[in-house]
């Protein structure tokens, strides 16, 4: 049985033979009410831009997109390691040889 078929019975359950509203289930956090008294003192309307008072020393900076590229191709698969860091090798411990695998033992 699959989660989404648990979820889609559980709904059908409450919704329907029950007759209850979902919002008695869903937590007091996420009410529109709630959220709205949570930013009631942090977000405030700017109005519309012709209102706006700019400083003339922002509105005169120009503001161009980075001068660097994407590097075509697909990413490196191994990281690089930063300066100074060690590079920790791994070893095979049937034979206690460094870089390799089961598979590459000789």
């Known amino acids: 049985m699959s989660l989404e078929y648990l ?3 559980l709904i059908i359950n409450f919704l329907f033979i029950r007759r209850s509203s979902c919002y008695y289930y869903c937590s007091h956090y996420y ?14 309307p700017v109005g519309p831009m012709q209102e706006w008072d700019v400083p003339d020393d922002v509105q005169s900076r120009v503001v161009l997109p980075p001068k660097g590229r994407k590097p075509s191709g697909r990413p490196p698969k191994k990281r690089k390691p930063s300066q100074g860091e060690e590079i920790v090798h791994r070893k095979y411990g049937r034979c206690g040889g460094l870089g390799h695998n089961r598979l590459k033992c000789s």
């Open 7 to 9: 979820f889609r019975n």
């Open 31 to 44: 009410h529109k009410e709630t959220l709205a008294i949570a930013y009631a003192g942090s977000i405030y």
